[in-house]
């Protein structure tokens, strides 16, 4: 049966197409076959489970064409923030789409593709900076309309507790703790904490935009890249680490606006 | 038994309560440094060293401060140390000369693993060796060259040399030039290649990459196109890059000359075997 791509859960026998994406998973044998082209772009890969699922979801816009990076930085107009006020807007984000596969309680990524052209950027300076994924997006005052297989919604809350009015024209997340809910449309809701006209934090909360939403599978989680890095290199801290969580904000001390603050 | 003769019985006939008390309280002391000295070596070092060399260096570290605690405390077993020390003396002066390169090896590797130029995976050049680092052993450091050769560096002369990291910083800068013809719009050369980089996800957007006539030369007009990219895969987008911006400003009409010098003749050459008029005469330029 010929499903069109929607995120959720689908058996081992289906067959995903439209907008120029197909995915394709078919038994052989005592195998299945996963197929999936993308922009012109094909993958397969063989996988050995008797009964179990796939999951498609939106994960973060980090992974592609090649993970290099954890920061996602999203460029918009400036905004002139009021002292002493909060503001929410909206802006948009690209989105990357994950292949899980699930079976006997676990998940692991099968395949990340993308209708959205991936590109990097600096965020400070070279030595001390860090690589982003950019994103150039407008400001919206309501939830945007948006294609949920190639933008998300970023709900943002912007508070200036300072005295004084601040620019801002760039936000930069981290991927640790950013949590995507899909439903209508795919949406992060984050919070960003201006302390002065060169610095902020910004942190995406967990909670969704509005009940009912699914919660995505991220793909940074999936990799289980930190465990193995624990374990492996640092044995001294790793049940240290193990129980302390992740920090999930971030701190922008490179500037706010066009103008990148050297250290 | 005579006086030359070490007699145990005597010397300890001298110790009092006092200097048992003092030799406990020293080498407490000592163990406690050992102890604070060994975990901080530990925390800070695990994820910096092998394991096997970081245990070596803290049982070493640990005797050592246990002997000088030993020596600290020395004076109270009423024990004569001088013939021990002259003894001692001449082995740490034979030994100094025989380990004079390990220990410049090993103080060399210790301060590398502290001040961390280079890590593991770097991609890096030490004098004449240019390759990616596989170790850092408190002796030596193991690089991998380009063609997969193994080199062994001692600490020393890394430590002595001059060393490029090309992956320190997250973001590096390269170049191309680029010639196109004199015929061509260079304006519009430029508005192509920007659209070529511009396509390319690891071509940073900040830093801005820029194209610019650098230079009017000799049988072309010479562009530079500077770009920043991730330091992990400059190198791969470089190689790749630049038959993107050829192929694309060919497949634009852009012509890309060979090198080459117009002559103009003044006159018609005369056909073969008519004698040459006074006056004939071939010039160059443009």
């Not at chain 2, 925390?43 to 245990?55: A, F, H, I, P, V």
Request: aromatic letters at 10%; hydrophobic letters at 45%.
């Amino acid at each position: 049966m010929i499903q069109f791509i929607v995120y959720g859960t689908y058996d081992y026998s289906c067959h995903i197409t439209g907008d120029g994406i197909s995915v394709d998973l078919e038994r052989f044998a005592r195998f299945l076959t996963y197929k999936r082209v993308c922009r012109g772009e094909s993958v397969a890969r063989t996988i050995a489970s008797e009964n179990g699922s796939i999951i498609i979801n939106p994960v973060e816009p980090l992974n592609l064409p090649k993970e290099v990076t954890r920061y996602l930085e999203v460029h918009f107009n400036p905004i002139f923030v009021e002292p002493e006020t909060t503001r929410q807007l909206y802006l948009t984000f690209p989105v990357e789409i994950g292949v899980f596969i699930q079976a006997r309680g676990d998940n692991d990524l099968l395949d990340v593709f993308s209708l959205a052209k991936p590109k990097y950027s600096l965020y400070g300076p070279p030595d001390h900076g860090c690589v982003t994924r950019w994103h150039e997006s407008n400001i919206y005052p309501e939830i945007p309309d948006t294609d949920p297989l190639r933008e998300g919604v970023i709900d943002l809350t912007i508070v200036n507790g300072g005295r004084t009015w601040i620019e801002v024209s760039r936000a930069v997340f981290v991927n640790a703790g950013m949590t995507i809910w899909y439903g209508d449309y795919v949406v992060m809701s984050a919070r960003m904490e201006l302390f002065s006209n060169i610095v902020a934090e910004t942190r995406i909360l967990s909670t969704p935009e509005k009940p009912g939403m699914i919660r995505s599978l991220p793909a940074y989680s999936a990799k289980k890249v930190s465990v193995v890095e624990m374990v492996n290199q640092i044995p001294f801290y790793s049940a240290k680490k193990a129980f302390i969580p992740e920090k999930t904000g971030f701190l922008m001390e490179y500037g706010l606006g066009e103008n990148i603050a050297d250290d | 038994m005579t006086n030359s003769t070490f007699d145990i019985a005597a010397v300890f006939a001298e110790v009092r309560a006092y200097d048992i008390l003092a030799i406990v309280v020293i080498l407490v002391i000592a163990v406690i440094i050992a102890k604070i000295v060994t975990t901080f070596m530990k925390r800070k070092l695990s994820d910096r060293m092998e394991k096997y060399e970081l245990n070596t260096l803290i049982t070493v570290m640990w005797w050592v401060i246990i002997l000088i605690g030993i020596f600290i405390a020395s004076p109270h077993f009423k024990v004569d140390l001088t013939g021990l020390l002259v003894a001692g003396g001449i082995i740490a002066v034979i030994i100094g000369f025989a380990s004079q390169s390990v220990v410049s090896n090993l103080v060399s590797g210790i301060f590398l693993i502290l001040e961390r130029p280079v890590k593991i995976g770097d991609n890096i050049s030490i004098g004449d060796v240019s390759g990616n680092v596989e170790h850092i052993h408190i002796l030596s450091t193991i690089v991998r060259t380009f063609e997969g050769i193994y080199v062994r560096v001692p600490n020393e002369k890394v430590f002595t040399s001059n060393i490029t990291n090309f992956v320190s910083n997250v973001a590096r800068r390269f170049d191309y030039k680029i010639g196109i013809s004199y015929r061509e719009d260079a304006s519009v050369a430029i508005r192509i290649i920007q659209e070529v980089i511009a396509e390319e996800p690891f071509a940073l957007k900040n830093p801005e990459p820029s194209v610019f006539v650098d230079k009017l030369g000799d049988s072309t007009v010479d562009l530079v196109v500077r770009i920043w990219a991730p330091s992990k895969e400059w190198y791969d987008l470089r190689t790749s890059l630049l038959l993107k911006i050829k192929t694309t400003l060919e497949a634009n009409g852009i012509e890309i000359p060979y090198p080459q010098q117009v002559v103009w003749v003044q006159k018609a050459l005369p056909a073969e075997g008519t004698r040459v008029e006074p006056g004939y005469r071939e010039g160059n330029g443009r």
